[in-house]
């Protein structure tokens, strides 16, 4: 996954022109930096971690430098998921000199510990469960992905397309109609973070993240249904239901 994608990050002005005129873009480019401000951000401790989540979540073997005017112990706090003790991951204190940033963006190009991939595997499983969780909430009632707004008319006109044979062609017309709105919804910014999730921690064998996997699976197999023989839909029904037995487990109890 290409963790450029996943994260918008502007850097505050003066800390881009310390960063440009250290030098440290061209002489270390495969190190990022990652400010703990984010201009516009009204969560001054945690909006920089929560990107630096994201990026450290679809770039594993990345080359982080953190920023913070904020002593470490304090961003500490926020901290929930152990980004900033990632393998790969350092702190810098700011204000600091150019020299600073040569010298730590060598020692984190230089770095073995970003192989230890047992130690980002217990980050990513920790972090890709609870911003799951989040997102399966917002599939409730009541939210506007409110998955029982897709799959319940999906599943009542492929019910009439075996119960009603007098109006089959009306109702296989119908059900393509809620296939498209389920590609649609796949493609809700929300829904394909929540898929991406996902895939980034799959080999797990929690039990959560497992049924979680099965949901995504089963959303993306109904989207690309287009057999609508009589076996072929009773199919489409089973695998529905299913899908709606999942999401029972998934969601908050």
Known sequence: MNGESEVNLSLPPGLGCLLETSGVYKKYPEVRFFPAYVPGESDVLGAGLSKLVRFRLFNPAA????????????????????????????????????DDLLTIAGRVGNCEDKEKKQQWESFAHKACTFLIREHIRLLEHGHKNHIGNILDPLRASSVGIVDTPLLRDQYVDVTKKHINRLKDFLNDPQIKDLIQLLNVNNDTKDKFLEQASFFSENLLKLSCWTNYEEKNVRDLIDLIENTNSIYDKLKPQ
Do not use: M, R, W
Not at 68 to 89: A, Y
């Open 63 to 98: 080359a982080v430098v953190f920023l913070s005017f904020i002593e470490k112990n304090v961003l500490d706090t926020k901290d929930t998921f152990g980004v900033l003790e990632v393998p790969g991951t350092f702190f810098l204190q700011l204000p600091c000199y150019k």
